[in-house]
């Protein structure tokens, strides 16, 4: 069985910081693309990052590119998204996610496995 367990979200002023964290258990992860969705409320999920465990790949929607970064530690089996510059409209649970269908340069699609999500509410 898979486990994802998020973590780090919370209230930020609009231009503040946030890190989520999410740590795996279960199934080895050792070359499983991991990655973060989010869903604001009244609208459907959409991609917001991934990292290919295996090499480090990165990928990002444009509407974060230059913002938010992804990052990996490999001896954790945990995976990071650090938010900077935040919008209002960043506000949204945000969901860990493992284990892609696919992947292409506009994002990570179709992940089989998912945390539990975590909010991230950005005041303006």
């Known amino acids: 069985q898979v486990q994802l367990v998020e973590s780090g979200g919370g209230l930020v002023q609009a231009g503040g910081s946030l890190r989520l964290s999410c740590a795996a258990s279960g199934r080895t992860f050792s070359s499983i693309t991991r990655g973060w969705d989010r869903q604001a409320p009244g609208k459907e999920r959409e991609f917001v990052a991934a990292?290919?465990?295996?090499?480090?790949?990165?990928y990002y929607a444009d509407s974060v590119k230059g913002r938010f970064t992804i990052s990996r530690d490999n001896a954790k089996n945990t995976a990071y998204l650090q938010l900077n510059s935040l919008k209002p409209e960043d506000t949204a649970v945000y969901y860990c996610?493992?284990?892609?269908?696919?992947?292409?340069?506009?994002?990570?699609?179709?992940?089989?496995?998912w945390g539990q999500g975590t909010q991230v509410t950005v005041s303006s």
């Open positions: 996610a493992a284990d892609p269908q696919y992947c292409r340069d506009y994002g990570c699609y179709g992940f089989r496995f």
């Open positions: 990292i290919k465990w295996s090499g480090g790949t990165t």
